[in-house]
């Protein structure tokens, strides 16, 4: 069971799910311990067992989710990891929790990251997160995605190549949070200019509800468009619901609590000194692990 934790930084990267990467742990013991000890003492790395396993019934996993992506309602976001304390202090995270009681946050599962990881093909984001995320050998990932070597490592290029094209310059951590708390306070003021002065004016918003939460179905582009709606936002909030800061995925975000229950989840990327990036999470099954007050 030590292996747990790792399992699912693993899944949770492979699949952008916490509750699925979950399931496919679970699943994974379940195999471990339907064999008899003879069979698992038989097995000279439980550890490199339980990898594979896991790897191979995510990959048959990220084949069904794209087929089930289909006939989602709206857009789908990777569902966001929550830390339980204000990233204003500059220290995400809970400095009490013992950090290996929640998946490692690093710059392998920030929302933009994960997002280019849904453009890939099951076998290139396996091949990538395996590699270069995990540093398992090729030899390895070809056992657990059936391909050789050498295709698994053109796979991992093919994944790298799409990361690197990504990539935006780097923002220093103090001042993405600076940027995000000033647009959490123009939102709250619903101050529009000082809204489309944080917002890059090619901004692209996107709210996930899967069906089950109200919000925008389509993204919203631009940032004067972007800047109206999260105006309109304040104008409907609710009475009993509070905008607080929070860490997603290892980044300065935005929590929505009404009546202490999270209720939304708004993600930022920030390159420069303007957000390119919202996206506003609603489904309460993505939801169901952020902590309630």
């Keep these: 069971m030590s292996e747990r934790r790792r399992l699912i930084n693993l899944a949770y990267r492979l699949l952008g799910s916490l509750a699925e990467a979950e399931d496919a742990v679970q699943e994974t013991y379940t195999r471990w311990y339907a064999m008899s000890r003879q069979q698992q003492d038989a097995i000279e790395s439980p550890g490199a067992w339980l990898t594979t396993v896991a790897s191979r019934i995510c990959l048959n996993l ?3 989710a794209r087929s089930r992506r289909e006939t989602y309602v709206g857009e789908w976001i990777p569902e966001p990891l929550p830390e339980r304390t204000e990233w204003s202090s500059g220290r995400p995270g809970d400095a009490t929790a013992d950090p290996a009681d929640r998946v490692t946050l690093d710059e392998s599962v920030n929302l933009a990251f994960l997002v280019v990881l849904e453009s890939m093909t099951p076998a290139e984001r396996v091949a990538f997160i395996l590699h270069d995320v995990f540093c398992h050998s090729f030899a390895e990932v070809a056992e657990i995605v059936g391909r050789t070597p050498a295709a698994c490592r053109q796979l991992a290029s093919s994944a790298r190549r799409r990361v ?14 600076g940027i995000v708390r000033d647009f959490k ?7 529009i200019d000082a809204l489309i002065g944080l ?19 389509h993204p919203i582009e631009g940032g004067e468009q972007i800047a109206h709606a999260w105006v309109e936002i304040a104008r409907r909030r609710p009475g009993g619901m509070t905008f607080l800061e929070r860490t997603v995925n290892g980044r300065p975000g ?33 939801l169901r692990h952020w902590p309630t007050s």
Excluded: M
């Design 199 to 217: 917002l890059d004016p090619d901004a692209t918003a996107i709210a996930d509800g899967g069906g089950l939460a109200t919000t925008f179905l």
């Design 164 to 177: 690197r094209a990504s990539q935006p310059s780097a923002t220093r951590a103090a001042q993405r949070a």
């Design 254 to 286: 935005v929590v929505a609590q009404q009546d202490g229950v999270v209720v939304t989840v708004f993600a930022f990327e920030v390159i420069g000194d303007r957000i390119t990036r919202i996206w506003v999470v609603r489904n309460p099954e993505k």
């Design 62 to 64: 990220l084949g069904s």
């Design 185 to 191: 306070q123009a939102w709250e003021a619903k101050d």
